[in-house]
């Protein structure tokens, strides 16, 4: 499989293609938290939230603070309409805002709960659109420094 290919996939919307590889991917190793992440994320963007959770709270299980996962299901939260949820998490998840992830999602949060001063308090350290940002992975990192 390639990993080039199943971003590809990801990144044009042809999300089926992108869940069956990235679910190869963790059938392979159930232990490899990016592929787990990236099915998760491409499930979420499918609008299949359902699907998305349960693999979220696999990968919190083996890393708690993990501020993708977080996000992720913070992101999920907002899909089924429990806000309230993911201001919870992302609240809870000094992490996230320390490595700038999570920061406009609590923007938007905090805006849709009529929390207006808590969302200006915010915007100004979040960045101006809330942009994905791809799961590192350390087995494509290795790869590309052979190429």
């Not at 499930?43 to 996962?69: E, G, H, M």
Request: glycine residues 4%; charged residues 20%; aromatic residues 8%.
């Amino acid at each position: 499989m390639s990993n080039r290919l199943v971003s590809i996939y990801s990144l044009y919307g042809q999300l089926d293609q992108a869940i069956a590889l990235w679910q190869h991917t963790s059938d392979i190793d159930p232990n490899y938290l990016p592929a787990q992440l990236n099915l998760a994320d491409a499930y979420k963007r499918s609008n299949q939230a359902a699907k998305a959770v349960p693999i979220y709270n696999l990968v919190q299980k083996k890393d708690p603070q993990n501020p993708y996962t977080i996000a992720g299901l913070a992101k999920a939260a907002i899909a089924t309409d429990r806000w309230t949820d993911a201001k919870a998490l992302l609240e809870d998840a000094e992490l996230n805002i320390r490595v700038g992830i999570g920061e406009n999602l609590l923007v938007s949060i905090y805006e849709h709960l009529g929390e207006t001063t808590k969302s200006r308090a915010i915007r100004s350290r979040a960045k101006s659109t809330d942009s994905y940002i791809e799961v590192p992975d350390p087995w494509l990192d290795q790869i590309s420094e052979y190429c």
